[in-house]
């Protein structure tokens, strides 16, 4: 067993050894450019992006020729929700999203709004999952696209997707959903789901760093978005640039694979999280984020009371985990999806996110339940908090002095 | 034999490089944002992967901001610099890039600029004297010229160009994805704004680039959501490509005189070999070594009735070339570049384009294919 022991796969994955097999010919023998349409190097380049681009399509129930490839989920998100914006402008201008959306969501939002866009931040539940009836009542005519995440990154909660796309659909709004965590986690389906947009990343399911897609539908309705990068046309000119072949390589390989192993890894995967979260919640005072039904099989989001999460970190350090998005990880506020969940920032920032993936063994699970016990009962043991709650003192009542 | 003759689209991936990224691909697969252990080895990577390119270009490593490669970081610098600083009117000319020139056009059919192109000679060299009216009749421009043209090689004499904007307060762009790692830039002493860079074009991997922002110059970011680079570009950052970036422009650098000369060489034998070949060949754009970049040539061949035929009968006989940009080589319009300076549309013209993998035996391969094309033996 290596330690430390990596249970972040939210943030990243490891590239799977078949996906680095696949890719490698790509980078000195089939050199390419998929452009280049005089000669074979251009050809054999064309001819594995074609591929991949079907593999990709396939995982999600999409046609090829609705997959546009880009450089990760974010730029992805970004080209949905500003193309959309720009594409629909004159049939309304009023987007709808959620206030636990990952930030490459909400800051394209804030961007469009200083363009002029109305936005919508729907609140989430207690349980992390949006209202539908308020979905419905925000919707007004000017209202052109309704943006939900499938899979929240933070505490894996699986929104109703179906539902909320009917309702959209039902007032003639398109809908996005960004589902970097949930493709090749959890089966999708664009057709069932009545997806219009949906933003995925390679390296969230075993892929390369790098490489990402956009689904654009083009049936029922043909859906099109501006591009935001132009060049040389490619990807049908919603996005240009010389296409990342090896990259675009191991994607396609990813996405087979996933499909190929989903249902058979969301089972073992979902049974090491269970023993996981169920173990920690002998501690007393632990609790877990987000509705644990609807959820993806890999995550599980707890909270420690009366014990400091940065604490909590240091003490874990043969973990790899994080208490929120590697996105946002870097700066010390606390976690504002648990936070519209109505948890304090105390409490928030006491909280931990297993991330649980293909490599992840059961003997480093029973590790990390191991370590994760020790590590909340030292920190307790030298916490007067945790000696006042003991005690039966409401910490909540008490009036601290200034000081 | 497979002879590859198309290095401007791009080049095959440096063993030297490969193995660099194999191994953080292989090793160091954490988010560099992430705060643990996994997330602060890569960070280091491309921390450490920064610093190289900016020693290389004289500049400081918050100025170097990673990309997917030119066309993002063309599209960021253009319009990013000109929607921050409020610029109403923008130079370029009819030879840039589609990179350069439709994101341009796309923000002039939009109505948040107006476009004026730079007059240009028939060996593709703009007028630095209408450059200096058309910045002085326009209060604060942006101008976007690239240094050397992607199809026919003509370089730009950038410093002159930095001087003029910087005489007119202008905002310059340098589209530089040709010359970088073929020219030693020294940033620190051009007047130059914004240059930009792909990889793959220099032996590194495709999908990896940057942007460098002179740090007197303060744009938002183009693609929004997370704090990467510095809060200007969100998305998990490409780390392997990254550090294929930085060994790619590392080792172009050390060997730069090296290859510059040996590829000058290979140039010049090719033209000589050609000229010998098929009499009545010509070339577009300029040739001689100070005014042409040296990895590129661009042949117009003699009027033929296989014209329409040469690049396919070419390919069959194994030579990958090009007869443009490979970015718009799938339409049926001829190339942009070639129509601009006004070369005979009714000869072929073949952009070949070679690198420090070209040898002397295939230039002669290839001389001796286009000869049996052109003078097949009774």
Redesign the interface.
């Known amino acids: 067993m290596n330690l430390?022991i990596?249970l972040?796969n939210n943030?990243?994955?490891?590239?799977d050894p078949r996906v680095?097999d696949a890719m490698?010919p790509y980078?000195?023998q089939k050199?390419?450019?998929a452009?280049?349409?005089?000669?074979?190097?251009?050809w054999v380049a064309e001819e594995a992006v074609d591929y991949s681009r079907e593999q990709v399509a396939k995982l999600v129930g999409a046609n090829e020729k609705e997959i546009i490839f880009?450089?990760?989920?974010?730029?992805s998100?970004?080209l949905a929700l500003k193309g959309v914006f720009e594409m629909y402008k004159d049939k309304g201008n009023h987007i709808i999203t959620c206030v636990t959306e990952?930030?490459?969501?909400?800051?394209?939002c804030?961007?469009l709004e200083k363009l002029g866009a109305r936005v919508t931040y729907l609140p989430v539940k207690t349980d992390g999952l949006i209202d539908l009836q308020q979905l419905e009542d925000a919707i007004t005519d000017q209202t052109i696209l309704v943006a939900i995440m499938y899979g929240n990154n933070e505490i894996g909660v699986i929104q109703p997707v179906k539902e909320i796309s009917a309702i959209a659909h039902k007032h003639g709004a398109l809908f996005f959903t960004d589902a970097t965590q949930a493709v090749g986690k959890i089966p999708v389906n664009v057709i069932e789901d009545g997806i219009d947009l949906m933003a995925f990343?390679a390296?969230k399911m075993y892929g390369?760093?790098?490489?990402g897609a956009l689904y654009v539908r083009r049936k029922n309705p043909r859906v099109k978005v501006t591009?935001?990068?132009?060049?040389?046309?490619?990807e049908r000119g919603m996005r240009?640039?010389?296409?990342?072949?090896?990259?675009i390589v191991g994607f396609g390989k990813a996405c087979e694979l996933c499909r190929l192993e989903m249902a058979d890894e969301a089972k073992r995967l979902s049974a090491l999280r269970d023993k996981l979260q169920n173990s920690l919640l002998e501690l007393e005072e632990s609790y877990v984020n987000g509705n644990i039904e609807h959820r993806l099989p890999h995550v599980a989001n707890i909270s420690f009371k009366y014990v400091e999460g940065e604490g909590l970190?240091m003490a874990m350090?043969d973990l790899?985990?994080?208490s929120g998005s590697?996105?946002?990880?870097?700066?010390l506020e606390p976690s504002y999806v648990l936070k519209s969940l109505g948890l304090s920032d105390d409490l928030a920032h006491s909280s931990i996110r297993f991330g649980l993936g293909r490599f992840t063994t059961e003997e480093e699970i029973d590790y990390a339940i191991e370590q994760t016990k020790k590590a909340v009962n030292h920190l307790r043991d030298l916490s007067p908090l945790w000696e006042m709650f003991k005690e039966g003192i409401d910490l909540d009542k008490i009036e601290w002095a200034e000081h | 034999m497979r002879v590859y003759l198309d290095n401007a689209a791009t080049t095959p991936i440096d063993k030297e490089v490969l193995s660099e990224m194999y191994q953080v691909m292989e090793q160091h697969f954490g988010n560099p944002s992430s705060i643990h252990a996994h997330g602060r080895e890569v960070r280091t990577i491309i921390e450490k992967a920064r610093k190289a390119i900016a020693g290389l270009l004289g500049v400081s490593p918050a100025e170097i901001f990673f990309t997917s490669g030119g066309t993002e970081a063309d599209n960021m610098a253009i319009r990013c610099g000109i929607h921050d600083y409020g610029i109403k009117h923008a130079i370029t000319s009819q030879l840039e890039h589609h990179a350069v020139l439709h994101t341009l056009q796309a923000l002039e059919k939009e109505n948040s600029i107006r476009l004026s192109y730079v007059e240009t000679d028939d060996k593709g060299n703009i007028s630095l004297q209408h450059l200096e009216q058309l910045l002085q009749q326009n209060e604060r421009s942006f101008v976007s010229l690239m240094h050397a043209n992607n199809e026919i090689g003509t370089l730009t004499d950038i410093e002159k160009v930095g001087e003029l904007c910087k005489t007119y307060n202008s905002l310059f762009h340098c589209d530089t994805v040709q010359t970088m790692g073929h020219y030693r830039f020294d940033l620190s002493k051009l007047n130059v704004h914004f240059v930009t860079c792909s990889a793959h074009k220099i032996h590194g991997p495709k999908g990896a680039g940057f942007l460098y922002i002179n740090h007197n110059i303060k744009i938002q970011p183009f693609i929004t959501g997370g704090a990467q680079e510095r809060n200007m570009r969100g998305g998990t950052e490409n780390v392997y490509g990254i550090a294929g970036l930085a060994k790619a422009l590392t080792l172009a650098y050390a060997n730069l005189d090296n290859h510059r000369n040996y590829i000058q060489g290979i140039k010049t034998y090719m033209m000589q070999q050609l000229q010998q070949a098929v009499p009545g060949i010509t070339f577009n754009g300029e040739t001689s070594p100070g005014k042409s970049l040296y990895t590129i040539l661009n042949v117009l061949f003699p009027e033929t009735e296989m014209a329409d035929m040469l690049l396919f009968s070419l390919d069959i006989a194994g030579i990958s070339a090009s007869g443009g940009s490979a970015c718009s080589s799938g339409s049926n319009i001829g190339s942009h570049v070639l129509t601009a300076i006004g070369a005979d549309p009714n000869r072929p013209a073949v952009r070949f384009s070679f690198s420090k993998y070209t040898t002397r035996e295939e230039i002669d391969y290839a001389i001796n294919c286009i000869k049996e094309l052109f003078n097949p033996q009774k």
């Open positions: 430390p990596y972040d943030a990243t994955t490891p590239m680095l490698l980078f000195n050199f390419g450019n452009a280049s349409r005089n000669h074979a190097f251009g880009t450089s990760g989920a974010t730029e998100d970004n990952h930030k490459a969501v909400l800051d394209a804030k961007h990343s390296h390369p760093k790098g490489v591009a935001q990068m132009d060049g040389g046309g490619h240009s640039g010389t296409l990342n072949v090896p990259g970190m350090k790899a985990v994080s590697a996105c946002t990880s870097a700066s």
